[in-house]
């Protein structure tokens, strides 16, 4: 028989720094989930009399203003559709098939089923008449994918990615005092990842009602700068005028604490904007001994922007935000609040066991709360910008995040998007890092990535010079992006030379974006091609890349190395490497799809967590296997670990 042990490694003391999020206040603002009862079905992707009828009018949605047809149209009958509450994943209702994609678990949907791609979403509410004069938008967290959004059969725009959030101005539209029909077309046609995606409406949505002259959406930004024992917060705030108003307005800046006491406060008369103008005002307030964000104390204070009008308060707009600091240094690796720590993170999609992406609030502080579990402190977003309620998770458990946008390029689709994934996110504390791409290997090694990854990287420092940039590399660690990013993310020892790059680069810091992607199925000590069985004990899953335990220690030996995130957390749906069908999951996640833990996940808690740790694989009594020589790991970060078997020590 054979033993083998882990001995537990150095800890570190960890601590984080600013936060925005949208909170709703109902003192002259209002944000009001509309997830209930909408009306779905499916339409089709070329077929238009099987979707409806929908874009077949003489004069349709684009050619005048408000002729929306089909179910796009105002007093469509849609009482026969199907009756659902959001968020909703489609994809993950359908069955499977053989002939469906590969990357997205080979669910019954997508390009290769027409009639399975198009989504039809309609919904009613009543505005009242006190609501005239008010701005009245919609806001959309994420519908996948390319979403088109009608309000009373007119036409508001499309977001193609299925990641970023969206909200439209429908004040012009709306009839107060009365009923009103939103409606919206996914087309989950075409994939945007190589991973399991989804399909609909599976964020949350919110009817927005506010006064014309407001912060505009994602309008704060809170940084903060420690001296001594204090800290001296700025606060900006980007106000908007969709109104007539002209004349002054009062700015009050308020931070409170998080039992809700109020530390500072600061106020100020200034000019209002001019009509559908926006001007930015910094405050700056000073908080004394300031409770640190960090990862085992998570505190937050909350930002309370109040505009107010002849002393009137008319906007109301809370960001919650975290007091901290961050450094990479290319010597010695990553800080949190002047302390060193190891990065222990994990890559992680989407989606959950029985509910693909369309996932309960709940279930984000379950899986940011079982990765902590494992010993976590960092978790990379792969590879694209999640949902708010996962940043949400990762402040308040103190989670530390790598937020990451979805394509490189220099032009408006992909510049705006990672502008308008940094404003979203930037004030909150957990991330410490912006991706900017992931394993474009097209571009990696040549000038063309040297080229777009300066311009990505200069454009994000214009938005938040807080936190820095990183791109994950997998093509060779020579050129290219790899000579130019701030933070060398390195995608897998096997794909370079780690040493010789730091060797070359010694002022520039680095981390391993992605290591592992070990195969293993729960619960299962061989490996049986026909049955779709990986082993789960820790091994190389292929002859170039490494072993859970083989990444974590190159990493954990070489200060200069911020730390290392391993490929996945959790199981997730498509990409079955190194099966196809009839498997539909991949065997990569420390975790199953459910979040019930592999035998790798107390191998990096032995090293990672902070709990005595002594785990045996495989079972015992393993039938059929009577007599013969069986392979017995413990992994432990105990002193010493005896093994005995019938009473007889080993």
């Not at 009399?49 to 929306?68: I, P, Q, V």
């Not at 919206?184 to 919110?206: L, N, P, Q, T």
């Not at 505009?307 to 990553?334: C, H, L, M, V, W």
């Not at 990493?555 to 290392?564: H, K, Q």
């Amino acid at each position: 028989m054979k033993t083998k042990f882990t001995q537990k490694a150095i800890f570190f003391f960890f601590v984080l720094i600013s936060i925005p999020a949208f909170t709703q206040n109902k003192t002259g603002r209002e944000l009001i989930l509309i997830d209930k009862d909408w009306r779905f079905s499916f339409g089709h992707l070329y077929d238009t009399k099987k979707d409806f009828g929908h874009a077949e009018g003489y004069f349709s949605y684009l050619t005048k203003t408000g002729f929306g047809d089909g179910p796009a149209a105002k007093d469509f009958d849609d009482r026969a559709w199907r009756k659902l509450d959001l968020p909703h994943d489609w994809a993950v209702e359908q069955p499977f098939s053989e002939s469906a994609s590969f990357s997205h678990g080979f669910k019954a949907a997508g390009k290769n089923f027409p009639e399975k791609s198009i989504g039809w979403y309609r919904k009613k509410i009543t505005i009242p008449n006190e609501d005239l004069g008010k701005i009245i938008s919609l806001k959309f967290d994420g519908v996948f994918r390319n979403s088109k959004v009608f309000f009373n059969g007119f036409y508001l725009g499309t977001e193609q990615s299925g990641y970023n959030g969206f909200e439209y101005d429908v004040t012009a539209y709306v009839n107060y005092g009365g009923e009103n029909t939103i409606v919206v077309r996914a087309d989950a046609s075409m994939e945007e990842g190589w991973f399991y995606e989804g399909a609909g409406i599976y964020r949350h949505v919110y009817l927005q009602k506010t006064n014309p002259v407001r912060v505009v959406s994602n309008g704060t930004y809170v940084t903060s700068e420690l001296k001594n024992n204090d800290a001296s917060v700025t606060a900006d705030v980007t106000i908007e005028n969709k109104g007539s108003y002209k004349g002054s307005i009062e700015i009050s800046q308020t931070i409170f604490n998080k039992e809700n006491k109020q530390i500072t406060a600061f106020s100020e008369s200034i000019a209002a904007p001019e009509f559908y103008k926006t001007i930015t005002h910094s405050s700056k307030l000073y908080v004394q001994n300031p409770l640190l964000w960090d990862i085992d104390s998570p505190n937050l204070y909350r930002l309370v922007t109040q505009i107010k009008q002849d002393g009137k308060i008319i906007d109301s707009y809370e960001t919650p935000f975290g007091i901290r600091t961050i450094e990479f240094n290319a010597e010695s690796g990553f800080y949190l609040n002047g302390k060193p720590l190891k990065l222990k993170g994990t890559n992680n999609h989407q989606d959950h066991a029985g509910i693909g992406t369309a996932l309960p609030d709940e279930i984000q502080y379950y899986r940011i709360k079982k990765l902590k579990e494992m010993g976590s402190n960092a978790y990379r977003c792969s590879h694209h910008p999640p949902t708010p309620e996962l940043l949400k998770a990762c402040d308040e458990l103190g989670m530390l995040v790598i937020d990451e946008t979805r394509l490189m390029g220099i032009n408006d689709y992909h510049l705006n998007y990672l502008k308008r994934m940094i404003k979203r996110d930037r004030n909150h504390p957990s991330i410490f890092c912006w991706s900017v791409g992931n394993e474009e290997w097209n571009i990696e090694g040549g000038i063309v990535g040297e080229r777009i990854t300066n311009v990505m990287q200069d454009f994000a420092k214009s938005i938040d010079p807080t936190r820095p940039v990183t791109v994950g590399i997998s093509s060779g660690f020579k050129s290219g992006i790899s000579s130019v990013v701030e933070i060398m993310g390195y995608n897998y020892l096997g794909n370079g030379d780690i040493d010789a790059h730091r060797n070359q680069f010694k002022q520039q810091s680095g981390m391993g974006t992605e290591e592992g992607s070990t195969f293993a199925t729960r619960g299962i000590y061989f490996t049986d091609d026909a049955k779709h069985y990986q082993s789960a004990y820790d091994k190389k899953p292929r002859p170039t890349f490494y072993s859970i335990e083989e990444g974590w220690k190159f990493y954990a030996e070489r200060p200069y190395l911020a730390g290392v995130f391993f490929w996945t957390g959790f199981v997730y749906r498509g990409e079955p490497t190194p099966y196809g069908w009839p498997s539909v999951t991949s065997y990569f996640g420390m975790m199953d799809v459910c979040g019930f833990p592999k035998d790798n996940v107390f191998y990096l808690k032995s090293w990672w967590g902070k709990e005595p740790v002594l785990h045996l694989l495989p079972h015992w009594n393993w039938s059929g296997m009577e007599g013969k020589e069986i392979d017995v790991w413990a992994y432990s970060n105990c002193d010493e670990v005896e093994l005995f078997l019938n009473k007889k020590s080993l």
